[in-house]
């Protein structure tokens, strides 16, 4: 036995150990002793974001995570766990603007590319320093293959992605309200916001005939439409399409009545005016009705001219001015004081969010695609229904299925610089392609080159005479022309005369029609009564003038393209904003395993081997366990579920992981959230350096089951410390009394089969039954029962009670009975040699149980054994 000695300490200890795990290779699958014959066990690193150092809450994950791979590569299991770092667009961004702040500096006073060097360099610094970290948490995660989202073979990945959801009708880009933040200037999911419930005045005034209430009269300036319920008898005299003259903030409108399902007739006067450019549910009402859509507010949070004398004023400073001259006027009814609503707030910076239209990319949830394949949502809720995926706790797969059957289309642009651009390109610039489009199919295109000039169309295009449409080809997506509308009509589909000349002459009755619309359409039902709109159309090619102006196609290239492949112009402007960092990191799963791929000459460190030309992909996807936090189950893990169902796995049944175990927010010992401002933060690095890696990592998992938030106290942690210590110390009892060396204690041939790892033979090692003492059985018998519970717990993710389980054994059953029992038994020369036999085997039992735990200690202790191999990569008892 080596030199034991009288105390542990952390400090000398954990740099060395990490240092031999790292020269070992063994972090690395392919370097594990008879790697071949092992069956992959893979967990992809959620990737840390790359703008601060690690906090407690991402030790709790690197713990959790350590522990699961540590347990399956002492089961035999060919160990994976890819680490990589997150970019973090929006978020980082709002973290280095704060920084350009204190600098007495502003992104809008520097240019983009200048932005970008700087905030590249500090992201690096971070992401060592973050790096680093992890391995001080003794993680045996393989750097080897350590990855950033913003590697060029990642952002590739990232743009086939986007390019082929493009192809398959998936990416769009539409004008559409937003959550704007006005500070940050971009736009948010609904997922980036969040609610603070605020009691604020809320206004009536005569609008016409009508009482109209409002909490923002700020944005009343350009309301002319009023909106009553069509069953509301109390308005059964207005009709829709009804013009009525009124006085209003700035002088006499002509208002126009709306009739709408949308209006609640049990809130206020049951009449409400809209304002479709700031309010998503306005907006909706305006596009089913084809109302005219006027902006109010700028996306700095003021009054546009419309607004006349408050133009150019921030709205809440404004909004007092505007009801006081509602009220000279006579239009103010009344004034409630204290109307309790939720507001919508950044979720960064907690400015008010102000929707706005802007133009963005999205990518549609709930439409299945050209191939036959469901819609993204019904991806992932299928992989539930069939268990390809399952959520560990039950509480949180409803929670799940509750958010995807209220999706939305999801916008994936942001109006940030730091990020990875999207590959999008406009001849003629982003307004040029906002115009109005059509689509064709293929096979129809050349005839509309050909003659043919009425299209038939199950959907209004809110088209008139005169307008200019740009036609596309539905398969290629590519422009081949435009047409100048001649005619728009609305009629049912058995009203149309056919054959239609201007249409072709295609079909000769209105059954051929309603099935060709059916083909066309598979999820509707269309009959003689279904409403189509007929276009007639004057077709014109592109132009030189249009080749020079640029013909507004959409180009997708991971490249800056030469000229235009619609018109052949060379007026090409690239797409300003950056993914949302979501659809990046949403195809980690696949993106990490094949990026890894594409660095086909990467050689494992230290060691300089090859990778003997295995493919990651193939090898190790699909992975295991996506381990995160609770809070990111909708942000993160349902669009890794959909994206990679999509990219990878739906015909083939691989979903991107096969458990979703999700851990809780690690908060202050009273429960409160850790906050700067509160005090109450834990740095996972001054833990570490007074008490040790082993002490914090078992304190997280000790006492919280998966998914429950985690209160952390120092007590807590100094507790974990003691039990380090109380670890050393048994040992030093153990290998201070066990002084034979280890050839001494041999597998008989008889027990061959059932040793070294099966507990009650080995204590019976080549000794008759007589010898045994009551103390031995009974440990023997206990030890036998800890391992089966912490195996069964590990294997059921129950980390929290395999942890309990040794900390009762070890310290109580082992250290507290039978070391007690035994300093008798070791006087007694009949039972000397049994109960030697015993503490050995029993503590590297309990090193080999605590080693996924508490890893440094445990190979710190196992290194004084003389074994020939690492406690890392020795067998998991049985």
Request: charged share 25%.
């Amino acid at each position: 036995m080596k030199e034991f000695s009288k105390t542990y300490d952390h400090t000398k200890v954990e740099g060395t150990i990490y240092d031999k795990w790292l020269k070992s290779g063994y972090f690395t699958p392919e370097n594990l002793p008879r790697a071949e014959s092992r069956k992959p066990y893979t967990i992809i690193m959620p990737p840390p974001n790359a703008n601060a150092p690690s906090h407690v809450g991402h030790a709790l994950g690197y713990t959790i995570q350590d522990i699961l791979i540590r347990f399956e590569r002492m089961r035999g299991r060919k160990t994976l766990w890819l680490p990589g770092t997150d970019h973090a667009g929006f978020e980082t961004q709002v973290v280095f603007e704060k920084k350009l702040e204190k600098e007495g500096r502003s992104r809008f006073k520097m240019q983009r590319e200048e932005f970008y060097k700087e905030i590249w360099k500090y992201v690096q610094e971070n992401k060592y320093i973050s790096e680093e970290a992890i391995k001080r948490l003794g993680a045996s995660c393989d750097w080897s293959r350590n990855i950033f989202t913003l590697d060029p073979e990642i952002v590739k990945i990232v743009y086939q992605t986007f390019g082929q959801m493009y192809k398959d009708g998936l990416a769009y880009r539409a004008g559409r309200i937003c959550n704007w933040c006005p500070k940050h200037q971009t736009g948010l999911s609904d997922l980036e916001t969040k609610y603070e419930e605020r009691t604020e005045p809320f206004y009536y005034f005569k609008y016409g005939p009508f009482t109209i209430g409002t909490s923002r009269p700020e944005t009343k300036f350009g309301d002319k439409y009023v909106v009553m319920h069509p069953k509301d008898k109390r308005y059964a005299k207005f009709k829709s399409g009804q013009k009525l003259d009124l006085e209003w903030i700035n002088g006499p409108i002509t208002a126009t009545v709306v009739k709408d399902e949308a209006v609640d007739v049990a809130f206020g006067s049951g009449v409400m005016t809209i304002t479709p450019a700031h309010d998503p549910v306005d907006f909706e009402i305006a596009q089913r009705h084809g109302l005219e859509i006027e902006t109010i507010i700028d996306k700095r949070g003021r009054l546009l001219p419309i607004a006349g004398e408050f133009a150019g004023q921030k709205i809440l400073e404004t909004r007092p001015k505007i009801v006081e001259k509602l009220e000279k006027k006579g239009l103010l009814e009344k004034i409630e004081e204290k109307y309790k609503h939720n507001v919508q707030l950044c979720y960064k910076c907690g400015n008010l969010i102000e929707p706005q239209i802007v133009m963005q990319w999205y990518i549609k949830m709930t439409e299945k695609l050209p191939d036959g394949r469901p819609s993204l949502r019904a991806m992932a809720l299928e992989a539930l229904d069939k268990k390809e995926v399952e959520i560990v706790t039950e509480k949180f797969e409803k929670i799940f299925r509750h958010w995807m059957e209220n999706i939305r289309d999801w916008p994936i642009s942001r109006q940030i610089w730091w990020g990875i651009p999207i590959p999008v390109w406009y001849c003629g610039g982003a307004e040029k392609a906002s115009g109005p489009k059509m689509g064709f199919a293929g096979h129809i295109a050349p005839e509309v080159s050909n003659g043919k000039i009425r299209t038939y169309r199950l959907r209004n295009h809110n088209l008139k005479t005169g307008d200019r449409v740009a036609f596309e080809n539905s398969q290629s997506k590519l422009l081949f022309g435009y047409g100048v509308m001649t005619t728009a009509d609305k009629k049912p589909v058995g009203d149309i005369q056919l054959p239609d000349a201007l249409h072709g002459g295609k079909y000769n009755t209105t059954k051929e029609l309603i099935a060709a619309f059916e083909r066309l359409h598979p999820d509707r039902k269309v009959t003689k009564d279904t409403p189509a709109w007929l276009y007639t159309y004057q077709f014109k090619p592109f132009s030189e003038q249009d080749k020079k102006e640029g013909c507004g196609q959409i180009i997708i290239s991971s490249e800056n393209p030469k000229t235009c492949p619609a018109c052949g112009g060379v007026n090409l402007i690239q797409d300003p904003d950056t993914f949302d960092t979501w659809f990046s990191s949403g195809q980690w799963p696949f993106a990490a395993l094949m990026a890894n791929d594409a660095k086909s000459n990467l050689t494992l460190p230290l060691l300089n081997k090859e990778r003997k030309g295995e493919a990651d992909f193939q090898t190790y996807y699909p992975t295991q366990v996506m381990e995160t936090g609770w809070d990111i189950l909708f942000f993160w893990v349902a669009r890794m579920i959909m994206l990679s169902y999509y990219k990878t796995g739906y015909k083939t049944g691989k979903p991107p992981f096969k458990k979703v175990l999700l851990h809780g927010l690690v908060r202050a010992r009273d429960r409160q959230k850790m906050s700067k401002s509160k005090g109450n933060v834990t740095d996972p690095l001054g833990v570490i350096d007074t008490y040790g890696t082993d002490a914090l990592r078992f304190a997280l998992v000790f006492s919280t089951a998966a998914g429950n938030d985690i209160p952390l106290s120092e007590d807590k942690i100094r507790g974990m410390k003691h039990f380090a210590n109380k670890l050393w110390n048994i040992a030093r009892y153990v290998l201070t009394n066990v002084s034979i060396p280890n050839s001494q204690f041999p597998v008989p041939k008889r027990e061959a089969k059932s040793l070294p790892h099966t507990v009650p033979n080995a204590l019976v090692w080549g000794y008759k039954l007589k010898t045994i003492t009551a103390a031995d059985r009974e440990i023997s018998k206990k030890l036998q029962a800890t391992v089966a519970s912490v195996t069964k717990n590990l294997e059921n993710f129950r980390l929290h009670e395999a942890a309990q389980a040794i900390y009762q054994f070890s310290w109580h059953e082992f250290a507290d009975k039978y070391i007690e029992e035994s300093k008798k038994q070791l006087k007694d020369e009949k039972t000397k040699k049994n109960t030697l036999y015993t503490l050995y085997f029993v503590l590297t039992t309990i090193l080999k149980l605590l080693h996924p735990f508490m890893p440094f200690v445990t190979e710190e202790i196992w290194s004084k054994l003389d074994q020939k191999e690492m406690l890392m990569i020795s067998p998991w008892p049985k």
